[in-house]
């Protein structure tokens, strides 16, 4: 079954650093995603992404972030000067079309510590 | 803000009985419902969705849809420890970016 993949599964970095998570998206999907989910709290929307551009973006996807399709395959996150806060499992997540009524496939996560 | 909300529990249940789940949404105007289950330390897993008033079964898993009284519930019919697990409600927003709306998860714990 194809699946979402994510890598790096988890990542300990330095508060300040730059940090890129990178997806693979199932092949035939048009629509990205980036979630994230801080220990014990809800799942929460970070940013979608269709035909090489942002469709939408929540609050929390400040300056600090920025997303890129860098080749056809790959959908990568980009969390410049990383702060504690940002300590959370993300999760990337494609879909076939637009939601209404289609499924979203989540990845298994990559699991970020700032320290 | 679109909101979708859940009791956290966490519920507690006997192998074998009726788990019920239950989920409020705000927006009068979603279409379409989402249950995923989520494993500790695991991304979300879809369970079962549906998009007409009504009961939609799918093997253990009957979800309920009430759109008038804006809830949705999902029952877990003869509970297995295996089903221990968070259960997440989503709700799309219809915004171009076709984003996921979840409700903070309700804790099922199935005892043996």
Redesign the interface.
Known sequence: EPEVTQTPSHQVTQMGQEVILRCVPISNHL?F?W?RQILG?????L??F?NNE?????EIFDDQFSVERPDGSNFTLKIRSTKLEDSA?Y?CAS?ET????N???????S?LTVV | QKEVEQNSGPLSVPEGAIASLNCTYSDRGSQSFFWYRQYSGKSPELIMSIYSNGDKEDGRFTAQLNKASQYVSLLIRDSQPSDSATYLCAVPSYNQGGKLIFGQGTELSVKP
């Open positions: 629509y995603y979630y709290q809800k799942v929460e929307f940013v979608s269709y942002i469709s939408e973006k929540s499992m999760f879909s637009r939601i209404s009524g499924t979203i496939y989540f990845g298994e996560g699991w």
